[in-house]
T-cell receptor, first 117, second 113 residues
Framework: AQKITQTQPGMFVQEKEAVTLDCTYD???????LFWYKQPSSGEMIFLIY??????QNATEGRYSLNFQKARKSANLVISASQLGDSAMYFC??????????????FGKGITLSVRP | DGGITQSPKYLFRKEGQNVTLSCEQN?????MYWYRQDPGQGLRLIYY???????QKGDIAEGYSVSREKKESFPLTVTSAQKNPTAFYLC????????????FGSGTRLTVV
């Protein structure tokens, strides 16, 4: 079964508007971390934001915030005031603590975001 | 500044040849990983290593080999047995704990000619 699900097709947003990128996850662990990465056309993977499973507050990093709904197992990324440079592929990922030393990040398939001027 | 370096950025290989992709980190991270990415697709795990002199296969290890002789280095060899090696390869490193994500290199784009 997929552990990270990103099902939105390519997303479009008008410059300066906000956009939400969806991510749902599946785990039986109580302790885990959720991450979002951005991949522009150059290919590098850029870390955006982290949410721990025990964090009560939603994580925020500048224009990025994570809408964490633990009971629904969703971790949606919200980008406020979109900029042209936000056009990229976005990956949601989870790292579970239960596997201990072998704990690895599991990535979703990604969502392509295009910002229109 | 600490970071993770992949080289070369672009690599061309003739069919039947082995090639080695370099990945070096100075972040003092214990774990290192290799991923393959095909156009418009997600990341698929090839190999990973949690400690020096030890590594495990990921989801698509066939046709690839790795070594981890030093903590800082985790080279990936794409062998002639890999049927379709043209792809973008990303190396990453991390601390072991779940609260830490990965730091990625800038990638190597491999093309078979």
């Amino acid at each position: 079964a997929q552990k990270i699900t990103q099902t939105q097709p390519g997303m479009f947003v008008q410059e300066k508007e906000a956009v939400t990128l969806d991510c749902t996850y599946d785990t039986s662990d109580q302790s885990y971390g959720l991450f979002w990465y951005k991949q522009p056309s150059s290919g590098e993977m850029i870390f955006l934001i982290y949410q721990g499973s025990y964090d009560e507050q939603n994580a925020t990093e500048g224009r990025y915030s994570l809408n964490f709904q633990k009971a629904r197992k969703s971790a949606n990324l919200v980008i406020s005031a979109s900029q042209l440079g936000d056009s990229a592929m976005y990956f949601c990922a989870m790292r579970e603590r239960g596997t201990g030393a072998n704990s690895k990040l599991t990535f979703g398939k990604g969502i392509t975001l295009s910002v229109r001027p | 500044d600490g970071g993770i370096t992949q080289s070369p950025k672009y690599l061309f290989r003739k069919e039947g040849q082995n090639v080695t992709l370099s990945c070096e980190q100075n972040l003092n991270h214990d774990a290192m990983y290799w991923y393959r990415q095909d156009p418009g697709q997600g990341l698929r795990l090839i190999y990973y290593s949690q400690i020096v002199n030890d590594f495990q296969k990921g989801d698509i290890a066939e046709g690839y080999s790795v070594s981890r002789e030093k903590k800082e280095s985790f080279p990936l060899t794409v062998t002639s047995a890999q049927k379709n090696p043209t792809a973008f390869y990303l190396c990453a490193s991390s601390k072991k704990q779940a609260a830490y994500g990965y730091t990625f290199g800038s990638g190597t784009r491999l093309t078979v000619v």
